[in-house]
């Protein structure tokens, strides 16, 4: 890591510090994921992350964001929770630098967060970086969170597989024993043991047809139409106008030519509805093949 990356790497450190601080002076429960919890972890020397993530009940997402705007450590959104990632609020610090507040795991609604929380959560420890200390999931949690970030991008993203790869060979039998039966518990079970199949190169389980959709390599619309369809009612629904009527917010970050004028924000949408009509054929094939699999 040469020194600028270093420099990166203390400043996102002193994010997560004052990030930690900020929240628990408020009595806001929260615990660091990913970024330096998974680097200092598994890896020697340190690997570069980018952003900072945080797992907070659903509950207190509302005062998290609050707390973090009003101490001027992030900006005020741009967009609504799940936009950008179904599972977390984006938030960006005044410097540029990415904070993910996490209500739940990746690919999983934002309904089954409570129970995230409580299963994953249950037991915290202080986690040392150079400029402080910050509450951490213990690490058969860490192998859950990141058996399911290889479900999220896995087979696009070589990082995420070597995460997973270099804890399960650091856990151990009775970490990764304890990390299954906390997936059983939040009914993942067989899409965390998929992932560390698939990252350890056996042949996969069986798999639900999310999982299936995402380390096959189907196409993000297929990925998204078996989220709405799985969604039911009225999750589903919600969904499904959050996908095909996003906020403003989102929409000049999805598209930047459309801040200039209300007409460019019009014409925006409508170039991505058309791009979402465009891809349902192909992805609903792609959905009825992983659901025969």
Known sequence: MDLRAQARQIR????????SHALASRDIPHAVIKGPTTSRWLYRPPREYSDLDILVPPSQLAPCV????SEGIAHPPGGRLGEEASHSQVLTSPVGAEIDVHVTLPTLDPATGERVWNVLASDLVDFPLDTGAVPALVPASRCVVLAMHVLASGF???????DLRRAL????????????????RLGIRADVCAAADFVS???LAAMSPAA??????????AIQLE?????????????LVQELFPSAGFMARYDPASRTSRAAMLAARLRRLRRIAAGLPSAGSELLRARRR
């Open 201 to 203: 190169e056996r042949a």
């Open 12 to 19: 996102l450190d002193l994010l997560a510090v004052e990030t």
């Open 169 to 184: 060979e650091a856990s151990g039998a009775d970490v990764w024993t304890e990390a299954v039966s906390r997936a059983e």
């Open 227 to 239: 989220r709405v369809l799985r969604g039911g009612w009225p999750d589903g629904v919600r969904m």
């Open 156 to 162: 696009q993203n070589e990082r995420v597989r070597e």
């Open 66 to 69: 609050s707390t973090l705007v």
């Open 212 to 221: 299936t959709l995402r380390l096959t390599g189907r196409s993000s619309s």
